[in-house]
T-cell receptor
Framework: GEQVEQRPPHLSVREGDSAVIICTYT??????FFWYKQEPGAGLQLLMK?????EINEGQGFTVLLNKKDKQLSLNLTAAHPGDSAVYFC???????????FGTGTTVSVSP | DTTVKQNPRYKLARVGKPVNLICSQT?????MYWYQKKPNQAPKLLLF???????READTFEKFQSSRPNNSFCSLYIGSAGLEYSAMYLC?????????????FGPGTRLLVL
């Protein structure tokens, strides 16, 4: 079945710097993916849904790249600010799309 | 409104006692999920309801039960809590048809078993 690896487990960056989180999945038939953000004490907040038809997706303050050849999904935080401090999870559907398998998460700390 | 609500937010339970966690959504989603999340681990799917059909993961089949009395509510029940059940429990919901289902998560219930 589908497996997802996420790295790095921790990232410490200064405000204004960029940060990159990478997820590697195994099922070449996966055609959509998710990034979630979890702030301290909160649930998972949907950051972006990514379809395999689009290799570059831009959000507010971040860019998601999909490399289908290497089965990698990356989240690039551009010009990080303290509000970006959170745990980020990638997620890939399985069981016909009804369930998600998550990466192990990346804790991002942005210092002023 | 994409709000999923969970009650309680924090739960303290004794070993061997039952625990009941509640989740609700008003988005008329047909599928509701329960995940368990422990520190430094990925959220782990425990079970999900598609309409009235319960699907439980094989490795947690006997540890957790659930009910869905109506479309909006879903509970997670632990008959006899053990220390290993201490975790954050996340509820989510989605609309299943059309593919590319987005799951919307609640704030979670932090369970501590002593």
């Amino acid at each position: 079945g589908e497996q997802v690896e996420q790295r790095p487990p921790h990232l410490s960056v200064r405000e204004g710097d960029s940060a990159v989180i990478i997820c590697t999945y195994t099922d070449p038939n996966s055609y959509y993916f998710f990034w979630y953000k979890q702030e301290p004490g909160a649930g998972l907040q949907l950051l972006m849904k990514v379809f395999s038809s689009t290799e570059i997706n831009e959000g507010q303050g971040f860019t998601v790249l999909l490399n289908k050849k290497d089965k990698q999904l990356s989240l690039n935080l551009t010009a990080a600010h303290p509000g970006d401090s959170a745990v980020y999870f990638c997620a890939v559907p399985y069981q016909g799309g009804r369930a998600l398998i998550f990466g192990t998460g990346t804790t991002v700390s942005v210092s002023p | 409104d994409t709000t999923v609500k969970q009650n309680p937010r924090y739960k303290l339970a004794r070993v061997g006692k039952p625990v009941n966690l509640i989740c609700s959504q008003t988005m008329n989603h047909d599928t509701m999920y329960w995940y368990q999340k422990k520190p430094n681990q990925a959220p782990k799917l425990l079970l999900f309801y598609y309409d009235k059909i319960l699907n439980r993961e094989a490795d947690t089949f006997e540890k957790f039960q659930s009910s869905r009395p109506n479309n909006s509510f879903c509970s997670l029940y632990i008959g006899s809590a053990g220390l290993e059940y201490s975790a954050m429990y996340l509820c989510a919901s989605s609309r299943s048809w059309g593919g590319a289902n987005t799951q919307y998560f609640g704030p979670g219930t932090r369970l501590l078993v002593l």
